[in-house]
Nanobody, 125 residues
């Protein structure tokens, strides 16, 4: 069972940058697609980005494409989300997640079966 712990959130001004990390433990990290999601108050959980187990395939929500970069270091069992040119509308609780089955990724949060506790990102205008 993979356990996930996010870090790196905080307060940043619009236009700034921030990098989130997600440390995995419990084994199996390197064989699964991983994803980042976010949820703002009163809104549904939203797909942000996903990455294949080897890191060669990535997918992004249109709202973050060109500004955010997902990456992973399997040797360190860590997932990253580099966020540049942040906007106030990026303000949300950010979660990393592990896909349920091997071999594919998804933008649908119900396909993921392990979640971190989340880290808050607040972008001031």
């Amino acid at each position: 069972q993979v356990q996930l712990v996010e870090s790196g959130g905080g307060l940043v001004q619009a236009g700034g940058s921030m990098r989130l990390s997600c440390a995995a433990s419990g084994g199996g990290f390197s064989i699964y697609f991983m994803g980042w999601f976010r949820q703002a108050p009163g809104k549904e959980r939203e797909f942000v980005a996903s990455i294949s187990n080897g890191g060669s395939l990535t997918s992004y929500a249109d709202s973050v494409k060109g500004r955010f970069t997902i990456s992973r270091d399997n040797a360190k069992n860590t997932l990253y989300l580099q966020m540049n040119s942040l906007k106030p509308e990026d303000t949300a609780q950010y979660y990393c997640a592990k896909i349920r089955d091997t071999g594919y990724g998804s933008t649908w949060y119900r396909k993921y079966d392990a979640w971190g506790q989340g880290t808050q990102v607040t972008v001031s205008s």
